[in-house]
């Protein structure tokens, strides 16, 4: 239950290539819900945001808030999200739908995770993160 300041939860390894998911209930919610990867700091990272019925790709690079990728779309209750950050490559779906793609220079490997700035109660049902990296056992 939040209150209106941002909170960033982030946890695990630095990752270079990423997918992360979230599935939550924003039905008494009101403000933004970001999907962060590639985390820095609090003044550093990409991310895939919805605020009502607005989804943004963008990165926060020295507290700058800059979009790469917008639209517009209407979710339901439970909204199930899912953002690739791979490379120079970001991409943000909606369901399996691919909602907006969009290009940006390599940011370092980062943690993951979820910034919230809003009021009222957020249900998380999942928040899933993977690397997109295979590593070999040989060390190749």
């Not at 899912?82 to 490379?87: E, I, T």
Request: glycine residues 10%; negative net charge.
């Amino acid at each position: 239950n939040l209150t209106g300041n941002p909170a960033l939860f982030i946890a695990g390894d630095n990752l270079a290539s990423v997918q992360a998911e979230i599935e939550i209930n924003l039905c008494n919610f009101n403000g933004i819900v970001s999907l962060v990867h590639h985390v820095q700091d609090q003044m550093n990272y990409d991310y895939f945001s919805i605020d009502n019925n607005q989804f943004k790709l963008g990165r926060v690079e020295n507290g700058v808030d800059e979009i790469i990728s917008e639209q517009s779309a209407a979710p339901d209750c439970w909204v199930n999200l899912r953002v690739v950050g791979d490379g120079r490559h970001f991409r943000g779906y909606l369901g399996d739908e691919l909602l907006l793609h969009g290009h940006a220079k390599d940011f370092p490997p980062g943690t993951n995770g979820l910034r919230i700035e809003g009021s009222g109660i957020i249900y998380l049902k999942k928040l899933k993160v993977q690397s997109l990296l295979v590593e070999n056992s040989q060390g190749h």
